[in-house]
């Protein structure tokens, strides 16, 4: 390895940026501020500004999907992840995310889509009233909030690092920036920037890993250096080995069983098919073909874009595993730290525009779902029902304002975790599980009642909340309960699902249930399979456009609605065979 690459590996993170960097961001920037101008040029209404009008093309909302998933937690969190428990971190892209995005898009936006509701707290109003869809939007709301101080905290470090400024400084010049733009051109700013967002961190992301191969020495120069790191097993390159119930080697500290059902039913199903932040991308889009493709084309990037992220992660556990033992760096810094090693002027102005545009991505995906679910779900249905649309609109861009403020204040939360995506995890155990769990009993058992719903999501809040406590407390005593924080993720969230679903049933069995009449199209059972007849959708649509199709027009829609469903299913399969070929290359 060079000499100078070495120097830079001991000091501290000081990206020396030339002018053509600062050029290159500073154009980037102005892109993105008259994106969001020309957006909001063209809002007339709350929904243009929430929902995108419901106008826009598969392939744009599918690459907004995953640019939203791009954030920072995607980018320092799980590089963060691959520096820690490497290749182990595959899971998060395979069997924590293509399956349920597959069903997302197959099963689940029909559903959606076909109901038309805003937003997944309103689908839950709609299933079981007003209770469990007020508790749904506050800790809904709660969560995106946390989650976008994640990538501010992201940002700052950049900026820190950029330009020397104090912490405080970097994260609130971070939040001007994605107000001025989300602000401006509500979620089709959003969405637009993120495709140009995504390109943007594609280009940041292949140097890096291209040019830190090459200095360590390929892929079998990194196998060696790996064994020759202290702390680093084995295991380090693979994915499933070591992962035998009762002999647990690999290090996430979990078996296969707890990887398949904590990861890759619980939280992955609990995160891509009720979390709005993503499901958001999906409901702008501009029909129920295009909502349902909106996932299954963001399978492909995600297939790929993780070895982007993890083989940089691996490369820093292996070049800068002393000051991460002696906590000159933390994970969360592994990324910007081998920019600051490995790329030139000009590549690197490139990769430090490519990270803030992913941090961004990430941000405002959360502030517009966060509006987004704040006006629709809390303002129009609780706090000042009835009002004008006028009064919505104006309204979503105030609250837009209010949540960046806030998404400040967590962002010092999520610094003081040494890795974000444990502290991400620990967030999905606390939001998403519980929310899946009753949002998929009340999809496949008409029976389960609206107090049955409130109650096991409250107490499969709460569960997981006070094991989260009894964990940190082991930990302080030297004895944890969990064998590493990544896997007390996973066992969290499964006891969330486990008590939610309980809770819900018992409740249920002594509760009155809603009528039929009023869940209608909501429920398996109650004629919520009419979203998969093609006539019947189609009439649906023809419906919202106010048209009226003839026999033959009709004819005509329901064959290509069933053509481009057989084509929606074969992109979903050919996703999960790409994922197991990956499984089988590095098992």
């Not at 320092?76 to 290749?87: D, K, S, V």
């Not at 049955?452 to 964990?471: D, H």
């Amino acid at each position: 390895m060079p000499t100078t690459v070495l120097a830079a590996a001991d000091s501290g993170i000081k990206l020396n940026l030339q002018p053509i960097d600062y050029a290159i961001l500073v154009f980037y920037f102005v892109v993105v501020i008259a994106i969001g101008w020309i957006s909001g040029r063209r809002m007339k209404s709350s929904t243009d500004f929430l929902l995108a009008g419901r106008s826009m093309p598969a392939w744009i909302t599918g690459i907004a999907f995953m640019a939203a998933n791009l954030g920072a937690t995607e980018i320092f969190g799980m590089a963060a992840n691959g520096a820690q428990i490497g290749m182990s971190t595959l899971h998060y892209y395979i069997i924590g995310a293509i399956p349920a995005m597959v069903f997302l898009g197959i099963f689940m936006m029909p559903f959606y889509y076909g109901s038309g509701v805003r937003s997944v707290p309103e689908f839950m109003y709609r299933r079981f009233g007003k209770s469990a869809h007020l508790v749904c939007s506050l800790c809904f709301a709660t969560s995106t909030l946390l989650i976008s101080g994640i990538n501010l905290y992201a940002m700052a470090i950049i900026i820190e690092a950029m330009l020397g400024w104090s912490q405080i400084s970097a994260i609130i010049f971070s939040g001007v920036i994605v107000l001025v733009y989300t602000y401006l051109g509500g979620l089709k700013s959003a969405v637009y920037n993120e495709v140009m967002q995504f390109f943007v961190i594609l280009a940041a992301l292949i140097p890096l890993t291209v040019v830190g191969l090459r200095n360590i020495g390929g892929w079998e120069g990194l196998k060696t250096s790996l064994a020759a790191t202290p702390g680093i097993g084995d295991l380090h390159l693979s994915t499933w080995q070591g992962t035998g119930i009762g002999n647990v080697t690999n290090p996430m500290g979990a078996d296969w069983f707890t990887i398949v059902m904590g990861l890759g039913f619980v939280i992955s199903f609990g995160y891509w098919t009720t979390n709005f932040t993503e499901v958001q991308r999906a409901f702008s889009a501009k029909d129920m073909t295009a909502a349902r493709r909106t996932p299954i084309y963001a399978c492909f990037p995600k297939l790929f874009v993780g070895f982007l992220v993890i083989i940089p992660g691996c490369i820093a556990a292996a070049v800068l595993s002393k000051q991460f033992a002696s906590g000159a760096l933390t994970y969360n810094e592994s990324i910007p730290k081998l920019i600051q090693m490995y790329l030139p002027s000009g590549v690197l102005g490139i990769a430090v525009t490519g990270l803030m545009a992913s941090f961004m991505a990430g941000m405002a995906a959360n502030v517009s779902s966060f509006n987004t679910v704040f006006t629709y779900d809390l303002l129009q249905d609780y706090i000042k029902p009835g009002k004008p649309d006028s009064y919505y609109f104006k309204a979503g861009r105030i609250i837009t304002i209010v949540g960046v403020l806030i998404s400040v204040g967590t962002a010092f939360v999520a610094s003081q975790f040494g890795n974000i995506m444990t502290y991400m995890q620990v967030l999905f155990g606390f939001f998403n599980s519980p929310l899946f769990a009753v949002f998929i009993l009340g999809l496949f058992f008409k029976r389960i009642t609206p107090a049955g719903a409130t109650a096991g999501y409250v107490v499969g809040i709460i569960a997981p909340f006070c094991v989260y406590l009894w964990y940190l407390k082991s930990v302080a005593d030297g004895n944890p309960i969990f064998p590493t924080a990544t896997s007390g993720t996973l066992y969290q969230a499964e006891i969330s699902l486990a008590s939610a679903m309980v809770v819900a049933i018992v409740v249920s069995l002594v509760t009155k249930p809603k009528p039929d009449s009023e869940i209608e199209g909501l429920t398996f059972a109650t004629g919520g399979m009419k979203y998969f007849r093609y006539d019947i959708m189609e009439d649906a649509e023809a419906h919202d456009k106010g048209q009226v199709l003839d026999k033959a027009a009709r004819t005509a829609a329901v064959q290509k609605e069933r053509k481009d469903n057989h084509v929606t299913i074969f992109l979903g399969i050919l996703a999960l065979v790409i994922s197991v070929i990956q499984y089988a290359i590095f098992f």
